[in-house]
């Protein structure tokens, strides 16, 4: 069975790779680089506890987090890459009285469920080797939050794709979806058209562009710097200022991010750096001298409600794996494993119903 799929980001390619495990003959087709999308852009955090996440979403990623660890052992063992993985925690700093009363009451919430997170006064943080900003009042800590390098794990995922049959056909761009008779059956792209049995729609934030689907681009610029030292922050930290993440066996660090509603506009701005250099140095004044080593942004898929989109269309063959939004480095393995459960056993997840593209008819025209 012949698979076309939209988007060559991260949640296309590990979609490609567990279809193509399954004996599928899939073609990935990506209007620009592989992977250079929002995948690349992110922070890969892997960071439920930390983003605030409740609900059914909350149990999603969670299960997500927990399937990480033999998903990137997986990759790693057919690549002989290493993606950075990372059990290094996440400290969540505060900086008043009132965050800090929110904090707490997070912290009760998550324990209530069964989750780890912990209160830790300043002292506490500052005897885990942090020189911090005076207006740091403590935080919480969740142990259980992790990150990968999303650019080590999209390089990987690349390799592992060129080394298959997966068709790859980059740098060309998808501009219609056509079916007959309710029926998916090809798309048409800048260079020709492509049949298939069946097509998945993973064009991140430019999926909207596609099929009539709430799919909004959400920007987030970011930058990185470098320590002195080898991994000299141990963990994660990820205050509403800026979060800041040291990348393992490295001494480079990424902070992030903003967001911004300015739809595809390009570029790096002045007054987003200065929101990320405020938040870092409020949090790490001793990091002022460090040298700034890159800047970037993103276009981080959002949907009205902030959950993705994933599972069956109107159109029966056509299927969608988009709107991931803050999380989708977070939700590749499972996304990746209920789409191919989907279209390989017709096993519906209880989260394709909840993630259902339906409950946005109504906001449709
Ligand atoms: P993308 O990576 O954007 O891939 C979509 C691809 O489709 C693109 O490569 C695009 O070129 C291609 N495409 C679009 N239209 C067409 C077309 N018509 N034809 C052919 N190709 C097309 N998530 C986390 O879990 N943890 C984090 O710490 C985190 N931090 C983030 C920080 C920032 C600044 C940003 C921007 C995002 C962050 N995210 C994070 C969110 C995460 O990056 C996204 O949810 C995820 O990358 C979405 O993956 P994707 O494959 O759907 O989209
Ligand atoms: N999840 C972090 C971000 O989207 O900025």
């Known amino acids: 069975m012949?698979?076309?799929?939209?988007?060559?980001?991260?949640?296309?390619?590990?979609?490609?790779r567990q279809l193509y495990k399954l004996g599928y003959d899939i073609t990935v087709v990506e209007k620009r680089m592989l992977g250079r999308g929002a995948s690349w852009a992110a922070g890969g955090m892997l960071a439920p506890l930390a983003e605030g996440l409740v609900g059914d979403f909350l149990d999603f990623c969670l299960e997500s987090r927990d399937m990480y660890k033999s998903f990137v052992e997986e990759i790693q063992k057919e690549t002989g890459d290493n993606v950075g993985f990372w059990e290094c925690g996440i400290i969540y700093p505060v900086f008043s009285e009132e965050e800090k009363s929110l904090i707490q009451k997070r912290i009760k919430y998550y324990n209530k469920l069964g989750h780890n997170?912990?209160?830790?006064?300043?002292?506490?943080?500052?005897?885990?080797?942090?020189?911090?900003?005076?207006?740091?009042?403590?935080?919480?800590?969740?142990?259980?939050?992790?990150?990968?390098?999303?650019?080590?794990?999209?390089?990987?995922?690349?390799?592992?794709?060129?080394?298959?049959?997966?068709?790859?056909?980059?740098?060309?761009t998808v501009r219609f979806i056509n079916e007959k008779n309710g029926v998916f059956k090809?798309?048409?792209?800048?260079?020709?058209?492509?049949?298939?049995?069946?097509?998945?729609?993973?064009?991140?934030?430019?999926?909207?562009?596609?099929?009539?689907?709430?799919?909004?681009?959400?920007?987030?610029?970011?930058?990185?710097?470098?320590?002195?030292?080898?991994?000299?922050?141990?963990?994660?930290?990820?205050?509403?200022?800026?979060?800041?993440?040291?990348?393992?066996?490295?001494?480079?660090v990424v902070v992030g991010a903003t967001e911004e509603n300015v739809f595809f506009k390009e570029g790096v701005t002045v007054a987003g750096l200065a929101i990320l250099i405020k938040g870092l140095l409020d949090t790490?004044?001793?990091?002022?001298?460090y040298e700034i080593v890159e800047t970037w942004y993103g276009f981080r898929p959002a949907t009205p409600d902030g959950f993705p989109i994933l599972g069956k269309s109107d159109i029966k063959n056509l299927y969608y794996a988009t709107g991931h939004y803050r999380n989708g480095i977070l939700l590749t393995p499972i996304t990746a494993k209920i789409m191919a459960d989907l279209i390989h056993k017709e096993e519906e997840?209880?989260?394709?119903?909840?993630?259902?593209?339906?409950?946005f008819k109504h906001l449709m025209v």
């Not at 300043?122 to 740091?136: A, F, N, Q």
């Not at 990150?147 to 592992?160: E, H, P, S």
């Open 349 to 359: 997840s209880p989260y394709l119903k909840i993630f259902s593209f339906d409950r």
């Open 284 to 289: 790490l004044p001793n990091t002022k001298d």
């Open 117 to 172: 997170a912990i209160w830790l006064d300043r002292k506490d943080i500052e005897d885990k080797g942090y020189m911090l900003g005076k207006s740091v009042l403590g935080g919480a800590y969740f142990p259980d939050d992790k990150q990968v390098d999303n650019r080590r794990l999209i390089t990987a995922l690349v390799m592992y794709i060129k080394k298959t049959k997966i068709e790859v056909r980059q740098f060309e």
């Open 186 to 252: 090809s798309v048409t792209t800048d260079k020709g058209e492509i049949e298939a049995d069946f097509c998945i729609l993973a064009a991140g934030a430019w999926s909207g562009e596609l099929e009539p689907l709430k799919v909004f681009p959400k920007k987030g610029q970011m930058f990185s710097f470098k320590t002195k030292k080898k991994e000299e922050l141990k963990n994660i930290l990820y205050s509403k200022r800026a979060y800041i993440i040291p990348r393992k066996d490295t001494n480079l």
């Open 2 to 16: 012949k698979g076309v799929i939209i988007g060559g980001g991260i949640i296309g390619l590990s979609i490609a």
